[in-house]
């Protein structure tokens, strides 16, 4: 894009004045020799042979379906504050592609006081004929334009089943190699860039939120893609953004997955292309070219779960802590009990997210909200009554080691089926590779190939999907060392604990509270599942099993707005789980 003010020699102070607009898009240029120079040159001739005063000369690297172009911005600013009375195009096709952006921009500059003029064309343009003829052309410039858009695609799409990268920027932590052929290559690891991503994912690992991992990146001086590469497009300053992190993190390219047709433009129902917008595509309808992977499998699946625990349990800048967000779930549809305020100070409530869609809530589903002051204390001091108990936490935590090496066994029978049907795969992939070398047309065993390499992806990414559960649900023994040092010491720490680490240790116990009515919520995790019921006692009585000490004075949970506390003074029951 570029503004040139220039005036022509022969030009009169009375001459009329002129601003010459020129575009081109980057494979036109490749494909028809459509260069900049050549259209500027041609409009320059065009004006002195007529006598006009160019003011300046405005172009564009950008698609004609586009009726807002950086140049064309310009250029339309340009003559509201010149008056200027006449636009030099080089032809029709250069203002715009299709009837649409034309009359578009015609129209815009007719109102703001200018004509079009285009060089090639001139009188055959004016009057009713004129009219047609420059429709007709600029309907056959549209269409010209979604042919040339379609075989771009599909020269594209061949060139990704062929097992090419076709990108203009490599991910960061890799670097791309050309092949030879125009528009495609392979990614390589970036020596730089890539021990950053592995550093990155074993942070997550450890604990650090997206946003921590940013403030360490920048606070090491660790330049992003956009600190390097002018072409990539950030926010003033240098440093990471937590976005970034996040989105980095969720890319299935560092488990060696490069996908081609991510997104896809869906037309918004405007007038022009420019407003269309762009959506994810399902992954089957996407193309995988396999590449050098950055991390393991399990590592990646690990960490895509501990980024969908951070966000069920981020903070989201609440005006009020709820020590149980994200731990609260319902035990009529299975989704979670957010935290809810009111207006009146302290006045804290844990209900079902789906209370906020009245018209799909079933009319057996309950409708009543929990009081965070009642219930938080009650399960809290549950918690910390079992870990004050080592010998009953570790027996737990034991039993569920026995459930896990159960569901271990049907696992590994699943992903015993998974590695025969990938040896599959690979050997019919083997017997296109022979018949490729035999001479056999490769344009014919591609889409074949492409198939299979699809199927053995699904399968790679079904069993990683179970190695990774097979991880999760593993407890193991550093799993019960942690547990028995962690129960030797709470005891001393929960006095002085802050509300952050409070919500750290029930996350390592993987504490999940199931409402089951409006007065009574069972409690599960690596500790003994118990029903809490009645919040609310000067004592406390079990069923079965020896007392646990629990926080006394504690009201029923309520509706909103709360009740009455009339309903205090019942026992809170700690009932034990099988």
């Not at 089926?417 to 990938?422: T, Y």
């Amino acid at each position: 894009m570029a503004s040139i003010a220039r005036s022509h020699n022969g030009a009169t102070p009375h001459s009329t004045t002129a601003y010459i607009y020129a575009r081109v898009s980057t494979d036109e240029q490749a494909a028809r020799g459509y260069s900049l120079p050549t259209q500027l040159e041609a409009c320059r001739q065009y004006a002195e042979a007529r006598g006009y005063c160019v003011l300046g000369e405005f172009t564009d690297d950008y698609t004609g379906t586009a009726t807002m172009r950086p140049g064309l911005e310009q250029l339309y600013n340009a003559v509201r504050a010149t008056g200027a009375r006449v636009v030099i195009v080089h032809d029709v096709d250069r203002l715009g592609r299709g009837t649409v952006p034309v009359a578009v921009i015609e129209h815009t500059l007719e109102r703001l006081g200018a004509r079009v003029e285009y060089v090639l064309g001139g009188a055959q343009y004016a009057g009713p004929e004129g009219e047609l003829l420059k429709a007709i052309k600029t309907a056959l410039s549209g269409y010209e334009n979604h042919l040339r858009v379609e075989r771009t695609v599909r020269g594209k799409r061949g060139k990704v089943r062929a097992g090419a990268v076709v990108t203009s920027k490599a991910p960061y932590g890799y670097r791309y190699v050309r092949d030879g052929r125009a528009g495609s290559g392979r990614l390589e690891p970036d020596p730089e860039e890539a021990p950053w991503v592995r550093a990155m994912y074993q942070w997550l690992l450890e604990g650090m939120t997206c946003y921590a991992i940013a403030e360490k990146l920048t606070a090491l001086g660790v330049p992003s893609r956009g600190d390097r590469d002018p072409r990539v497009w950030k926010r003033q300053g240098r440093g990471w953004a937590s976005q970034t992190v996040n989105k980095l993190l969720r890319s299935r390219v560092y488990l060696g997955e490069w996908q081609y047709g991510k997104t896809a433009r869906i037309a918004s129902g405007q007038t022009s292309e420019a407003r269309a917008r762009q959506v994810q595509t399902a992954p089957e309808d996407r193309l995988v070219v396999p590449v050098p992977a950055l991390v393991d499998a399990t590592t990646w699946e690990q960490a895509q779960q501990r980024l969908r625990e951070n966000f069920a349990l981020a903070h989201r800048n609440r005006r009020r802590q709820y020590l149980l967000a994200g731990f609260v779930f319902c035990g009529a549809c299975g989704r979670r009990w957010a935290g809810s305020s009111k207006s009146a100070p302290g006045s804290r409530y844990y209900r079902c997210t789906r209370i906020t869609q009245p018209g799909m809530l079933p009319h057996d589903h309950p409708r009543f909200a929990l009081r965070a002051d009642h219930v938080e204390p009650a399960v809290w001091d549950y918690v910390v009554g079992e870990l004050l108990r080592p010998d009953r936490l570790i027996a737990e935590v034991q039993r569920q080691q026995q459930a896990a090496a159960r569901e271990a066994e049907a696992l590994a029978a699943r992903l015993a089926g998974i590695d025969a049907a990938l040896a599959d795969v690979d050997r019919r992939l083997a017997a296109l590779l022979t018949k490729e070398l035999d001479g056999y047309p490769s344009a014919i065993l591609a889409d074949h190939r492409q198939q299979l390499l699809a199927q053995r992806s699904a399968l790679v990414a079904e069993r990683d999907r179970l190695q990774a559960q097979a991880a999760a649900e593993t407890i193991t023994e550093t799993t019960v060392h942690a547990l028995r040092d962690l129960a030797e010491t709470v005891a001393a720490a929960v006095p002085a604990m802050t509300f952050d680490e409070r919500r750290e240790l029930l996350r390592r116990l993987r504490l999940h509270v199931t409402v089951l009515d409006r007065d009574r919520v069972r409690v599960e995790g690596l500790i003994t599942s118990a029903v809490l019921t009645g919040l609310g006692a000067a004592r406390v009585t079990t069923t079965g099993t020896e007392a646990v000490p629990q926080r006394q004075d504690l009201a029923p949970a309520q509706d909103l707005p709360p009740a009455p506390d009339g309903a205090a003074g019942e026992s809170v029951i700690v009932s034990p789980v099988s």
